[in-house]
């Protein structure tokens, strides 16, 4: 079977033991359409587009998902806080533009929202003064740009739960409870050797130790009963706000 993975830090924790299956990278949109289309049998997918599709769908336990600040999924800026000015937003994310939507209306807040093919931080601020930015870019951004909005942050702030942004899923006529088992069979062990963990994250990555070490604190990989009400509750506000019929 193939098990999708996000080309992101966010999955190198969980996926570091995992051995003995076809491992397919991609971007989170591109592992929903890639799940849907049957080339992969199993992967983490946006939260929003599994929400979009339930009827076809099956989760799983695995997830990523943030209980507080999640570090990667970001607003970033040149100015000092977010104004009204336009937010640039990324090509590679459904979950995220559909959770700043969310935020900015209930906030009272009318920034205008400017997809953009790049998801690089630099080009899009060339174009607005604020920009979405996920995963390693966002990482990567927040060492260089003001971030103005942790969407983490701001979604407990609104709900007091934690934000689902990634769930694994199948279709509904493949069981994969035994790949899940296993991706947090390897979370686990790579807990229990998460020394070695991080001295090849910090190789691969080239990033500081102790962003290492609060960023793998800071994500949550299994879907709990807080996570679950999390994951409703978005449901909620997307339906609320339009987003899904």
């Known amino acids: 079977m193939k098990v999708g993975k996000f080309g992101y830090l966010n999955n190198f924790l969980p996926y570091y033991f995992l051995n003995g299956v076809e491992v397919v990278e991609a971007t989170p949109k591109d592992m929903a359409s890639k799940l849907l289309n049957g080339q992969i049998d199993y992967a983490p997918i946006p939260a929003f587009f599994y929400l979009s599709r339930k009827d076809l769908l099956r989760h799983y336990r ?89 969407l983490g942050e701001e979604w407990y702030d ?11 899923a199948s279709l509904k006529n493949v069981d994969a409870s035994n790949l899940d088992s296993r991706i947090l069979e390897s979370l686990n062990k790579a807990y229990e050797n998460i020394e070695s963990v991080l001295e090849d994250a910090e190789k691969t990555f080239k990033m500081p130790r102790e962003f290492l070490i609060e960023y793998f604190r800071t994500l949550r990989f299994e879907l709990g009963g807080k996570e679950r009400r999390g994951l409703n509750e978005f449901e909620k506000y997307c339906r609320d706000c339009g987003l899904l019929r």
């Open 62 to 150: 695995f997830c990523v998902a943030s209980f507080g600040k999640v570090l990667s999924v970001v607003v970033v800026s040149r100015e000092k806080e977010l104004d009204d000015g336009p937010i640039a937003i990324t090509k590679d994310s459904m979950t995220s533009v559909s959770l700043l939507k969310i935020i900015l209306r209930e906030r009272g807040l009318r920034n205008r929202l400017v997809p953009m093919k790049t998801a690089i931080a630099q080009e899009m601020l060339e174009r607005c003064r604020h920009a979405l930015v996920i995963g390693d870019e966002a990482i990567k951004a927040r060492m260089i740009y003001r971030v103005v909005m942790d």
């Open 158 to 168: 609104l709900t007091s739960l934690p934000m689902v942004f990634g769930i694994s």
